[in-house]
């Protein structure tokens, strides 16, 4: 039988937030839709989303447009049309909590500092939601204003790279199902310098 799997990055929209750490979970959906051949581009729920069949399952791919602190509520709208399974929602985010190009698959667990996970738990009303955090480590100063400084073009290209694994592992994913292979597989990855 056909899933919805609902597969959501966590960012803002505008030219000021482009290439921010912030945007870790906008740059990683980009990069799904591009290895899918996609272009994620329909105004739906409060999100520009893209959707496609994989291996007999729908897969959602979707950007909030509701701004990082409120993503639960965009979250909850395409839970709602799509009829999606708690089990099939995937969140993709920075944590700065979690060593630079680093990826860090979980299936639930508190939100910790991140307002965008928070407020995603508190409108589903449950922890057991799988994510993936891409590493973005702890900066100087203010946190706010570390996650919302942009990415200077050489560590773009190197979480490029981090993105690249993400991509092929996680369509290795749609593709076998196991969310076990796909967690080890990123858990246990490291950059070689």
Not at 142 to 163: A, C, E, G, Q, R
Request: proline share 2%; glycine share 6%.
């Amino acid at each position: 039988m056909e899933r919805t799997i609902l597969v959501v990055g966590l960012g803002n929209f505008g030219k000021e937030y482009e290439n921010t750490l912030h945007n870790m979970g906008f740059m990683a959906i980009d990069r799904i839709a591009k290895e899918f051949s996609k272009t994620i581009k329909k105004a739906e729920c409060r999100s520009l989303t893209s959707t496609f069949q994989v291996n007999g399952n729908r897969v959602v791919l979707a950007k909030p447009l509701t701004y990082m602190n409120l993503s639960g509520e965009a979250v909850k709208s395409l839970v709602s049309k799509y009829k999606v399974a708690i089990e099939d929602i995937i969140i993709l985010y920075d944590d700065v909590y979690i060593d630079r190009y680093t990826i860090r698959v979980r299936e639930f667990g508190s939100a910790g500092t991140h307002k965008g996970m928070k407020n995603i738990i508190d409108k589903m009303q449950t922890q057991k939601i799988k994510r993936v955090r891409f590493g973005v480590g702890e900066g100087p100063g203010i946190l706010t204003d570390y996650v919302l400084s942009p990415i200077s073009s050489k560590d773009l290209k190197t979480f490029d790279k981090v993105f690249d694994v993400f991509a092929e592992s996680f369509a290795q994913y749609l593709y076998e199902d196991n969310f076990s292979n796909f967690m080890q597989t990123n858990n246990a990855w490291r950059l070689e310098d």
